[in-house]
């Protein structure tokens, strides 16, 4: 019996890997299989999952590398792609998809004992209380304008506005803390009724809770962490980039980042870096807030784990990833302004050389004297999808080609009839009923015997009509005293207007006969 073929083979077909890209300054590198290495002084960087696999070659001079984000933990990394990212001042940043940030390494730069010293000792002086209420006084601020301009929100606005009056008041961490607290729970509030959109292709698919932004809290923890919604997921991935860009402009300063003055000790935690964060976290939420309002969302970006904790896909999340250096920006002023209050607390010298600002390589004012005022948000625009179908779509638009001309359709439709509903009314029939009189009084006015003996019907046709497409509509509809949609009809030759009219549009068409 001869066999039979029951599971076809196919042709051994080499799979061609696609070329990584740097968008903004930032390569995102997810998926199995990550490697980083280098080749004959080249950085070689390969990701992807399954046979769809990317691959790039990046020189020393001329990549235009600022960022290497590696999302996930399956992968290896040489010491010397370590060594060739220090080189090139390349920070190197390792993050989970649900927030967490498991590495990150930047440029090496030399440090002061006496900042470090400083910074030790800050908790158990009064620096520590004037940099922790600052801090917090520029988020509330933000967050303040946020909850009033953005969320129309007065109530939590004026319990923010409060919380940051007495938190001038305040002589403790922990005071600091409670107002702190107190803000969150107000500003939180205002965040929870917001709507979540998808295109309605998805709409199927997500479930009630995926429609609104929801509590901060989550269900499986009680805290920010493992969040079950995409809104919150999207925020919590914000905020790990922003975590790793704190870590980064400290360490840049010669600052320990896991020495700070507002978020406790905890093993695992930076907490110098939390409390660099804090007054740029508005700043994301005005980033999310501005996406969510005008995009939707699409269902492909998530995916629900057994438990319920939503998870960005790696794509979706690369993305989020390039807004990395948009954050460093944001971060520096504020961590020199850390930096600058910490040396100032020094035993003044007779040359008193005070730290570089290496981050924003310039002494503003903000980073001598204060903090200066929060950065305006990044310019990488979210990606734009369809509100029906789902698929990419260029920004500033909501439709696809397809889909905008059923949406077109629909708007018409529905345009005409409330167009039908005003004409029908008691005012609009009454306006009709007028212009009507005035046209039967202009008709019984006009003498017959006025009009030239050459201009009959058959001249209009042949030798007026022809002329009228070179006369624009405003001027026919003043002309002649008639709307622009009569007058674009006329010019159309669709109407044959009343011969009372024929001589005015002979004129204004240019036709000069012949005596």
């Given at each position: ?296 969302l699409r269902r492909d970006w998530f995916f629900e784990q057994r438990d319920g904790n939503c998870r960005l896909m790696g794509s979706f999340a690369a993305r989020l990833a390039e807004t990395a250096p948009a954050w460093g920006r944001a971060v520096a002023p504020f961590a020199e302004w850390i930096a600058q209050t910490l040396w100032s607390t020094r035993p003044q010298t ?64 529905e345009a005409a009839k409330l167009g039908r509903i005003a004409g029908h009314s008691p005012d609009a029939r009454a306006r009709q009923a007028e212009k009507q009189r005035g046209h039967a009084a202009a008709v019984k006015a006009w003498n017959r015997l006025d009009k030239p003996d050459w201009l009959t019907e058959q001249a209009y046709r042949t030798r007026i009509q022809p ?49």
């Amino acid at each position: 019996m001869a066999a039979t073929q029951t599971v076809p083979q196919q042709p051994h077909v080499r799979n061609l890997a696609t070329e990584i890209t740097s968008r903004h300054g930032v390569v995102t590198l997810c998926g199995f299989g990550i490697h980083i290495q280098v080749d004959r002084g080249h950085l070689l960087l390969a990701d992807g999952i399954g046979k769809d696999r990317r691959q790039a070659r990046l020189p020393r001079v001329g990549h235009g590398l600022k960022r290497l984000v590696m999302v996930g933990s399956h992968g290896m990394v040489s010491l010397d792609a370590l060594r060739w990212l220090a080189d090139q001042d390349v920070a190197f940043v390792m993050l989970k998809r649900n927030g967490s940030v498991l590495a990150t390494t930047g440029p090496v730069r030399p440090s002061d004992v006496r900042l470090r010293r400083a910074q030790a000792l800050a908790l158990h002086s009064d620096v520590g209380l004037r940099i922790a209420r600052g801090l917090i006084d520029q988020k509330l601020a933000a967050q303040e304008q946020i909850a009033r301009n953005r969320l129309h929100d007065s109530e939590s606005g004026d319990a923010i506005a409060n919380a940051r009056h007495e938190l001038s008041k305040t002589e403790s961490i922990d005071q600091i803390r409670l107002f702190e607290s107190h803000a969150a729970s107000a500003y939180w509030t205002a965040w929870r009724s917001l709507p979540i959109t998808y295109p309605k292709v998805d709409l199927r698919r997500i479930p009630n809770h995926w429609r609104f932004f929801g509590t901060r809290c989550s269900p499986l923890t009680g805290s920010p962490r493992l969040a079950v919604n995409p809104a919150n997921s999207i925020l919590n991935y914000l905020y790990a980039v922003l975590e790793s860009e704190s870590r980064l402009a400290l360490a840049a300063l010669g600052l320990d980042p896991g020495i700070g003055v507002l978020h406790l000790d905890t093993p695992r935690r930076d907490s110098l870096a939390c409390d660099l964060m804090e007054p740029v976290r508005p700043n994301v939420d005005a980033y999310l807030f501005d996406w969510v309002s005008r995009e939707p969302l699409r269902r492909d970006w998530f995916f629900e784990q057994r438990d319920g904790n939503c998870r960005l896909m790696g794509s979706f999340a690369a993305r989020l990833a390039e807004t990395a250096p948009a954050w460093g920006r944001a971060v520096a002023p504020f961590a020199e302004w850390i930096a600058q209050t910490l040396w100032s607390t020094r035993p003044q010298t007779t040359r008193p050389v005070s730290p570089a600002t290496r981050l924003t390589q310039t002494r503003r004012s903000q980073a001598r004297e204060g903090y200066g005022v929060l950065p305006s948000q990044p310019q990488i625009r979210p990606p734009a999808v369809c509100r029906t179908c789902g698929v990419a779509i260029k920004s500033g638009r909501n439709y696809c080609r397809t889909c905008a001309v059923s949406y077109s359709r629909k708007g018409l439709v529905e345009a005409a009839k409330l167009g039908r509903i005003a004409g029908h009314s008691p005012d609009a029939r009454a306006r009709q009923a007028e212009k009507q009189r005035g046209h039967a009084a202009a008709v019984k006015a006009w003498n017959r015997l006025d009009k030239p003996d050459w201009l009959t019907e058959q001249a209009y046709r042949t030798r007026i009509q022809p002329l009228l497409p070179g006369v624009t509509v405003p001027a026919i509809a003043s002309a002649l005293g008639v709307s622009e949609p009569y007058a674009a009809k006329i010019r159309a030759g669709r109407y044959e207007p009343h011969p009372r009219h024929w001589q005015i549009l002979a004129r204004i068409a240019g036709l000069t006969p012949a005596r």
